[in-house]
């Protein structure tokens, strides 16, 4: 636990944590969707224990990550990343609200200039099944869903997950990742 308490005209705090990498994931991760929201989700924050609850408990049963629902089944994000759909050759994010972490940007912005479509709109739990696929994002890359609670992905364009113009940095840039 970090805890800084700066004094009356302290300027702001940046706190930085190096580790080693993660290993690697399996290449497709299963995810089981519990009913949580992160309180000020926009805003990265220490107050995670929700997430980090669920993360043991989904863990613990045999799944790799937690999609995070309200209760009106509205898909937020994963309890450690971001979520995104394939429709029709389309990136499609939920708009609920959610912590936007970087490599879903750096993605974002590959893809756009790759000239895959992006856009955010509602997506509900009942709707998984009519998305051609699904991937998950955070610090290590991408990488594809292979379900949702039962309900399996049916493929996921390798474009989303693997592509080498959404994988590497730019030249002159330390943007990217190194995939998952």
Avoid at 34 to 54: C, D, M, N, S, W
Avoid at 78 to 85: A, K, W
Avoid at 141 to 148: D, K, R, S
Wanted: charged share 20%; with cysteine.
């Amino acid at each position: 636990m970090y805890v800084y308490r700066p004094q009356p005209g302290d300027g702001p705090v940046t706190l930085v944590t190096v580790r080693s990498p993660a290993p690697e994931p399996a290449a497709a991760q299963r995810l089981r969707s519990v009913p949580y929201q992160r309180p000020a989700a926009h805003i990265k924050h220490l107050g995670e224990f929700g997430q980090g609850f669920h993360l043991r408990q989904v863990t613990a049963a045999g799944f790799d990550e937690g999609l995070l629902v309200a209760p009106d089944g509205a898909v937020a994000e994963g309890t450690i990343t971001n979520v995104g759909f394939v429709a029709g050759g389309t990136v499609v994010r939920p708009d609920a609200p959610a912590l936007e972490g970087t490599t879903v940007l750096v993605l974002r912005q590959e893809l756009e200039r790759a000239g895959v479509p992006w856009r955010e709109q509602a997506v509900r739990l009942d709707d998984l099944a009519s998305f051609e696929g699904a991937f998950v994002s955070n610090s290590r890359g991408v990488a594809a869903v292979a379900l949702v609670d039962d309900i399996p992905s049916p493929r996921t364009p390798s474009w989303s997950v693997r592509s080498p113009t959404c994988t590497r940095p730019r030249p002159g840039t330390t943007s990217g990742t190194d995939g998952w």
